[in-house]
């Protein structure tokens, strides 16, 4: 049947979205606590979140539905009170369900377009957030104590995840690097990533379908007692489902299935058998990156070689330090993932494993659709523009010691993987992720953030939001956003990002997705105690900041399993400014004349400094001028001023040459020769 369907011309095949599994897991209890719940317990669920919602102090709302009925949303306090949750933690469920919607003429509820600060006003779909709930079954701890060989099937994602916490006995720093190590080099590729997230919604589709079903009456046209799916919780589906036609784009999955596309457009579409929708839907689902007859390559990178790169043609290429890019699979040259060694979404043919469609693992060179990938580089610079990046996802996964700019306008970022690295990103509407990272610095204006595992790093937040820290973390230090490029203010406006407003130094710490899982596996005991385990559960997130926010310098991490003073702010006498340098393409053709895009480019760092870390950086500044003005003023005769330039130009390249700056030397000069 599969077959058939790829053969006819047209048909459309339902992509799995990918940005709620990479974004959308939340490890607190109270939450885990409802994967192993029933159905019937979630419907159960759902009434209670109805009547606290239109019980709750607050104003509630209602969305109007196709047969002219309301349905109540659900708001920040009656997620607070059914989940057992903190305020806190209930604000951040909806804000990252907000961040996982589709949005445009995709959109599925008024949630998608919320600000961080407005998703706890808007409310959610009562439906919309159950489903959100189920989804959190993808990050399954089996019991240690079970031995059912079903129930250990059933665990998501299979084999190691980027989530998985440190071993819990790595003490010393040498052990936890290589734990970090080893999850990196058996962490699945994007490819398996994919057709996991497939296996797993094709495995509970009918669980899914269930949850949103309802009992069919006479007056629309079905047999009293039959289970019936209407339309508005059809295009629910959404969260996890997006269609894929050729020649057409931006469809709700109402709008290519028969029964409800054919309806009268006179009459409310009435409701169908479930059966009927589980029929239509499970034999057109597939992964993201199967195109079918749509398949259209990325367009390629653009790595800037230093000295030791030049014999290379690709960024996969050794250096004559024996640096070898890392591939997905965490083996040098990627043959087990798929797309390991991709380079801004070309493929290096590591592997010709493609995507399953109909359950089949197709032959063919792999490549994420709808994603920019920088992969496997390794003591390069890379830049990507607006012209390289033809999607709103990009991921910069496994670089080694190099410098990255993604300078254009985003929804989903991806860093993963990366050590020894600098990734300056344009502005991020939706959701950066980092996970896996040692000695990364982080460059991000952006909506939210989250970050997981990562060990040394430092980050330069624009954040609308609080920062969320996941996970086994340690000595991260977070600091406001330091840099600006000529695009910027159009970037941010947009994505929707606001530079006046910044919650840099207000993080929140959660803990590990195995300890909120076993804690949830503890708590649930049967599907009617789900319920009842999150009264201990609203401690387990940790705010990092109250109030006035953390002090300089101060510790925000020690939630539990999110490491012992896992970050801290960054002291202001440590805060320095970072200069992108590069000019933008309009800049670059606009000659002497002052044009109006010229006019418009940003010339400053659009979010506001703390005052402490401002007069810090104005001393350093004035310090700076003072030396200048002290060697400009210096009486010394031709000799010594000559001996002091020699001294001064000497110390300089030492320190390019022991610093390793003189490859990003060389790669801007490519870059600015070979643009």
Not at 315 to 324: N, W
Not at 547 to 556: F, I, M, R, T, Y
Request: net charge neutral; glycine share 10%.
């Amino acid at each position: 049947m599969a077959e058939a369907l790829e053969r006819a011309p047209g048909n459309p095949w339902l992509h799995v979205r990918r940005e709620p599994f990479d974004f959308g897991l939340l490890p607190i209890p109270a939450i885990a606590s409802y994967k192993e719940a029933s159905t019937e317990t979630l419907k159960l669920l759902r009434q209670r979140l109805i009547d606290a919602s239109l019980n709750s102090e607050g104003p509630s709302s209602t969305s109007p539905t196709r047969d002219g009925s309301q349905e109540p949303r659900v708001t920040c306090d009656a997620i607070e009170s059914c989940l057992k949750l903190s305020k806190d933690q209930a604000r951040l469920v909806l804000d990252t369900l907000a961040s996982v919607l589709p949005t445009g003429s995709e959109d599925i509820d008024s949630l998608s377009d919320a600000s961080p600060s407005d998703a706890a006003k808007v409310g959610t779909d009562v439906d919309l957030l159950l489903l959100f709930l189920f989804l959190q079954r993808y990050r399954r701890v089996p019991n240690r104590s079970s031995r059912d060989a079903a129930v250990l099937a059933d665990v998501w994602p299979q084999g190691p995840s980027p989530f998985d916490s440190v071993s819990p006995t790595a003490t010393s720093a040498l052990q936890i690097k290589t734990s970090l190590a080893t999850r990196q080099r058996f962490q699945t590729g994007h490819a398996e990533e994919e057709q996991q997230q497939l296996s797993f919604l094709q495995k509970n589709l009918p669980s899914i379908l269930q949850l949103l079903a309802e009992h069919g009456s006479e007056g629309d046209g079905t047999q009293p007692g039959t289970q019936v799916i209407s339309i508005d919780k059809f295009e629910l589906l959404g969260l996890f489902l997006r269609v894929n036609r050729p020649g057409v784009s931006s469809l709700l999955l109402s709008q290519v299935a028969p029964f409800f596309a054919e309806a009268d457009s006179a009459m409310p579409p009435a409701p169908v058998p479930l059966s009927v929708a589980q029929d239509w839907l499970g034999p057109r689902l597939c992964c993201t990156s199967d195109h079918g007859p749509d398949l259209r390559p990325q367009s390629p990178s653009r790595p800037a070689k230093g000295p030791a790169d030049r014999g290379g043609d690709s960024a996969a290429s050794p250096t004559k330090s024996g640096d070898t890019p890392m591939g997905e699979g965490g083996a040098a040259g990627g043959s087990g993932a798929g797309a390991g060694g991709e380079v801004g979404g070309s493929p290096r043919g590591g592997s010709t494993n493609g995507p399953m469609t109909g359950g089949v693992l197709s032959r063919r060179v792999w490549a994420a659709a709808g994603m920019t990938t920088v992969d496997g580089v390794a003591k390069m610079s890379v830049l990507k523009g607006e012209n390289e990046v033809d999607s709103n996802c990009v991921r910069v996964a496994h670089c080694h010691d190099s410098v990255i700019y993604v300078l254009a306008p985003l929804k989903y970022a991806s860093v993963i993987g990366c050590s020894d690295s600098i990734v300056v990103l344009g502005a991020v509407g939706k959701v950066v992720r980092v996970e896996a990272c040692e000695r990364l610095t982080l460059i991000a204006p952006c909506a939210r953030i989250r970050i997981a595992n990562c060990r040394e790093c430092v980050f330069y937040l624009g954040c609308n939001s609080r920062p969320v820290i996941l996970g086994d973390n340690h000595s991260l230090q977070i600091a406001p956003y330091n840099t600006f490029y000529p695009r910027l203010d159009y970037h941010l406006a947009k994505v929707g990002v606001d530079p006046a407003v910044n919650k840099w130094d207000l993080p929140l710490a959660l803990g590990s997705l195995d300890a909120a899982a076993a804690a949830g596996a503890a708590g649930v005991g049967s599907a009617g105690g789900a319920g009842g385990s999150g009264s201990s559960a609203a401690g387990a997130g940790t705010t990092a900041a109250e109030g006035e926010g953390a002090k300089e310098g101060g510790a925000v991490g020690g939630a539990a399993g999110a490491g012992l003073d896992s970050a801290i702010l960054m002291p202001p006498e440590k805060f320095v400014p970072f200069v992108v340098p590069f000019r933008t393409q309009q800049e670059q053709t606009s000659g002497g004349g002052a044009s109006p895009l010229l006019q418009q480019a940003t010339r400053a760092n659009p979010f506001a400094l703390p005052k402490t870390y401002l007069i810090a950086l104005q001393h350093k500044t004035k310090t700076v001028e003072s030396l200048r003005q002290t060697l400009k003023t210096a009486v010394l005769d031709e000799g010594r001023k000559r001996e002091l330039t020699n001294v001064i130009q000497a110390h300089f390249k030492e320190w390019l040459l022991t610093s390793g700056n003189i490859r990003q030397v060389y790669d801007l000069a490519r870059l600015d020769r070979d643009p």
